[in-house]
């Protein structure tokens, strides 16, 4: 298992956002996670990457126990992720931002004297990166010129800077058009293929699509997790989410 | 500014800088070889506070602190041990640093205006203790330091006669830490001090350790404030806890902003301008700060970027 | 140290506490409400103890120079607010503070332009000069006055506060500024009326204390700091906190005095810097 959690909780003074919950990630696998607003996903996402600390329960990733890590620790180890609301470098470049995620996997990466970012493994992890995302041409625009679609993979692309073993992604069509969504889309479904990945998404055709497992979260507890299958034919499911939409 | 220009204006600069003293007293007289010699030791400490208050975003009003640990480091020395100015200045970095680890640690863990004052509360402490303990330190009265010498002793040592002579060993230090700073900004290690800036919690999400990297940047800041200070005392010959007040700390903030934070050379034109503007209305009024006051005004109302911010087209580096 | 002595100090205390809280009580307000870190407050205040001064000694009436000095004062407060503060309304707050920083120094070469680098002290009225006594205190009626007429003033701007229409909008404005407009409210006018009031207030405090302390072109700058100190201590924007801080400060500073002699007023930088490393937001954060 890459990712174990089990029976996470968290509270913010009498509300209960994360209600011991567990589950697992395996190698290789995407993951969606899927609830109402309010049922404590991107909570759940704060606690794993150690932004907010655990009130109980345990997180171990790729077989160590993890859980109070500060989030640089995680992101060290291999754990990356993206967040819903854009959390960039606006005033610096596209090129700059991703430079920066590459730069946290290089050896002397905060050297005050060598001059790290003519490396040729740098410049060309940039450069795949910057292909990946579809930002190539756009390189040298500052982030916060950048359209909001592009901004939205800028997001993601900062998380797969730091080389991941597994990518936690926020909601990566939040606030996006249909049209620009159907290419972060694709994107996701190509990266699956490369990398594990836990996702939070609202779009219940694009996790169906791209999903190999899915989990239910409601009022902080897990409702459901199975293939998109067993979630689709879930009664509880029905009723509680799908049905509240 | 892009990197090639940059260095051409600094070369111009610098070879200005050597060539206008030596056709002294013709061009410069040693009154204005003294106050170039103020402006290029404030412009010292005025790189090295850019690159935490400009690049790094931490604010610090405590700086005097360590422009005064240079000070008295020198004072100590100079009257206890050796007037060699290298020996001094290694000596005031290492005390320098053993401060500020322990202030750099508990400061950084605040941000903001927090950080403000919490540096300011650590360096007034010293002031106050400069102030105070008067068996060690003179009080008041501060301490008269014999003339500092540079060379290798029992071979052959120079007291630098002044101004000529000091003022070249200044340019040479300014020059030194110019092109040091220069370097760390453009290296790896100044583009995540850009970052921390801009948004450090992205930062430690990427996988560095922020706060490590924040101690980093205030331990080479300092260290350069330090040298300033021991230049200070070797050419005032005298330390007082003056040198620790808050007011030189305020003065850091006033003339970075002025010139244009987060840019190097801003701060060091910043400091200038204040430096010889006061000069000159020194002469007008005492008062003369009430037009540096309003000229500060008018500069955060209508070019908070300051004087390069302003001129520059691509200023996004400043604040 | 007998009993005596310490009550002394703590009265001083007190009397220093109560001061300060009138000063950091208007920084804070301004901070809460404006957003903006006032470090021009300590000017104001030595302002008034300059125009209470020049009043009173014209006059030779003490009480007439309470009642001008905020006004006057309070005109000037308008100013810079109209003038300076408004156009910076949405930039980060460290422009604000460096703002206001530029107008201290103006003020303070500006008071020695007027008056001169002198000292001065204020004549106090026949009724409050002297000494009174009790359980073996000696304590000087003036410092008692002050003592009293802060105390007044501080239970006055609670009432405002905590009982009127206006003080709810402070204490929404210093919660929540975006409520406060979705409710209809002009807040630019409310931020100039708060910052002409806490002006006005600062002002008096420098009125009051005039007799007390001299009045010098440095009593800006001697009360801001330590004015801020007890803003930050008590938590940015929180008027409770500002008036924990101030006591624990005036205590601080009295106490320190005795027991740190030769140091003494290292006892606030030890107090600030511990309580910033174990609340690094101070003892009332602001609610975010």
Known sequence: MLLEVDSLAKSFGRLRVLDRLSFNVKEGELKAIIGPNGAGKTTLFNVITGRYHSDGGRIRFRGKDVTGEKPHVLAGMGLARSFQINNFFFKLSVLENIRLSVQSTIKNRTSIWRDAFNQDSVKDRVDEIMEWVELRELANELARNLSYGDQRKLEIALALGTGPSLVMLDEPTSGMSRFESQSMIHLVKALSSRVTIVLIEHDIEFVMNVSDSIMVMHYGQKIAEGTPQEISGNQEVQDIYLGGL | MNTRTNSILLAVGAAILIALPLASPTFISPYYLDLMIKVLIFGIALLGYDILAGYTGLVSLGHALFFGVGGYCTAYMATQYTTNLVSVLLFALVVTWLIGIVVGYFSTQTKDIFFVFLTLAFAQFFYLAAFNLTTITGGDNGITIPKMTLGIPYVWQTDMPRPFAFYILVLAVFLVSYWVCHRVIKSPFGQILVAIRENEERVSFLGFNVRWLKIKSYMISISLTTVAGVLFAAYQDFVSPGMIHWTISGDFILMSVLGGMGTLIGPVLGGAIVLLLGDWLSSITENWMIFIGGFFVLMIIFAPNGIVGFFSRNGRNGK | ?288
Not at chain 3, 23 to 28: P, R
Not at chain 3, 40 to 63: D, E, K
Not at chain 3, 107 to 129: H, M, T
């Open chain 3, 1 to 288: 140290m007998d009993i005596a002595t310490l009550i002394t100090t703590i009265l001083h205390g007190l009397t220093l506490g109560m001061v300060l809280m009138l000063v950091a009580g208007g920084l804070t307000i301004i901070f809460g409400m404006l957003d903006v870190l006032n470090f021009a407050h300590g000017s104001l205040y030595m302002l008034g103890a300059y125009m209470g001064y020049t009043v009173a000694a014209a006059t030779g009436n003490f009480a007439l120079a309470l009642i001008a000095a905020p006004i006057l004062v309070g005109v000037i407060g308008f100013l810079i607010e109209f003038f300076t503060i408004r156009p910076l309304y949405g930039r980060p707050p460290l422009h604000h503070l460096l703002l206001t920083f530029g107008l201290s120094l103006i003020a303070q070469n500006a008071i020695k332009f007027v008056w001169g680098n002198d000292i001065y002290s204020v004549e106090l009225p026949q009724v409050l000069r002297g000494i009174v006594s009790f359980f073996g205190v000696y304590y000087p009626k003036y410092r008692l006055f002050v003592l009293g007429f802060a105390a007044l003033l501080a239970v006055t701007i609670w009432y405002v506060i905590t009982r009127t229409r206006f003080g709810v909008v402070i204490r929404a404005g210093t919660e929540d500024i975006e409520t406060l407009e979705a409710h209809g409210i002009n807040t630019r006018r409310v931020f100039t009326v708060v910052f002409v009031a806490c002006s006005a207030l600062a002002a008096i405090a420098g009125a009051v204390v005039a007799p007390m302390r001299t009045v010098y072109p440095q009593m800006g700058v001697d009360i801001i700091i330590d004015a801020f100190i007890v803003v930050i201590i008590g938590g940015l924007g929180s008027i409770r906190g500002a008036v924990i801080g101030a006591l624990i400060l005036g205590q601080a500073i009295q106490l320190g005095a005795v027991f740190l002699t030769g140091f003494s007023d290292a006892a606030i930088y030890i107090v600030m810097a511990a309580i910033l490393l174990l609340k690094p937001s101070g003892l009332i954060p602001e609610s975010t």
